[in-house]
């Protein structure tokens, strides 16, 4: 009987993919011990945080074993059983869906690693590490990234896409907010943090390049579990048409921050909230397959959008009060819109 639900359509934990991600942990391990032997006999006593320090030797590590064991893993999941039909994606298309799969996972390694090793300073302070330590604990951080990414890109759904979208937007603006060069920033707007030419910037501008692309990524499950609900040609192309201006308007956020070019980065923002009010507002009409539930859910959210322009507009919070709260509407329905879209083929419950 053929699968009607995401989850039906999902790919399952398979023994090759167990198996594949042992064999990459092993692999990257080994690379990382001998990374970590190399530093430890170079540098007699290495600190644990710092600049040029083993965190961030950890940091880069992490970052390339995921950025290795995501792309492999992500591309072998074509030849998966139940994933046919990622195999009549367009060669280009399913590269460039790798790409921001393994951009998503570097960057959610390399902040991880660090901020892990940061505790872990503040937790031995003023510890050094010799040749064995270096050794062995690159070797554990290579080799757990490398599993970790493994797993995740290899059984990627629309479900855990969200979660990895949402994860990958919040920790890297948070790291923004944290690296940022002006304390003082959020007394302008939320893009402010795009127009320092420093860490924070790149860190923030990145982060909307690299949601962006994975939001275009997104559209390709979007509309596989779309159409494997029944839902219209008609209903699902406005839909994945709409995910994807989304996505291409938040990367251009990021591309044109406003310290550069103010119209543009402007006209990708509105861009961005006008797709999201379409999907929200004509949800009933597009989308006729979600149960009532997830069109109440919208409603909600449009309320919630309604308040916050009228609180915005009154002076009751400041611009980036207000930009933050909609970055957040406009993830939090995605999110749900998925998590309804997961179990669309099940009956209505009974109403009492």
């Known amino acids: 009987m053929p699968a009607t639900s995401t989850e039906s359509a999902a790919p399952h934990a398979t023994l090759r993919a167990e198996s594949e991600a042992i064999l990459a942990a092993m692999i990257a391990g080994i690379a990382g011990g001998a990374l970590g032997l190399g530093l430890g006999l170079v540098h007699a006593t290495a600190n644990l945080w710092g600049p040029a320090s083993f965190a961030v030797w950890a940091g880069g590590a992490a970052a390339a074993a995921a950025a290795v064991s995501s792309a492999v893993g992500y591309w072998r999941a074509r030849t998966t059983d139940g994933q046919e039909w990622r195999r009549e994606i367009a060669n280009w298309r399913y590269a460039l869906s790798t ?38 604990l690159l070797a554990v951080t290579a080799g757990m990234a490398a599993w970790l990414a493994y ?37 302008y707007h939320f893009s402010q943090l795009g127009t320092f030419n420093d860490l924070s910037s790149f860190l923030f501008n990145g982060t909307l390049i690299a949601g962006g692309l994975l939001v275009t990524t997104f559209t390709l499950y979007v509309g596989h579990d779309l159409a494997a609900l029944g839902e219209s ?18 990367a251009c956020v990021g591309i044109f921050p ?7 980065h402007n006209l990708s923002a509105s861009g961005m909230a006008l ?18 539930a997830y069109f109440l859910s919208s409603w909600a959210f449009l309320a919630a959008l309604v308040v916050s322009i009228v609180l915005f507009a009154v ?38």
Do not use: C
């Not at 059984?155 to 304390?183: E, H, Y």
């Not at 611009?319 to 933050?324: D, G, K």
């Open 275 to 292: 797709m999201f009010l379409l999907l929200l507002v004509g949800g009933p009409w597009i989308v006729r397959r979600m149960p009532r």
């Open 315 to 352: 002076g009751y919070f400041g611009l980036t009060a207000f930009e933050i709260i909609v970055f957040a509407l406009i993830f939090g329905w995605l999110a749900v819109f998925i998590r309804f879209m997961g179990v669309a083929d099940q009956p209505e419950p009974l109403q009492v």
């Open 99 to 136: 790409a921001s799969v393994v951009i998503a996972h570097v960057s959610l390694a390399a902040i991880a690693t660090i901020a892990i090793f940061a505790v872990l300073a503040r937790s031995f302070i003023g510890v050094e590490l010799n040749a064995f330590w270096t050794t062995v």
């Open 151 to 187: 797993l995740s890109a290899s059984r990627m759904t629309t479900q855990r896409l969200t979660s990895l979208l949402v994860a990958f937007i919040a920790i890297g603006t948070v790291s923004a907010m944290l690296t940022t060069s002006d304390p003082k920033w959020w007394e």
């Open 258 to 264: 406003v310290d550069v070019n103010m119209l543009l």
């Open 233 to 250: 040609p008609r209903g699902t192309r406005i839909v994945t048409t709409a995910l994807a201006v989304m996505g291409v308007m938040l």
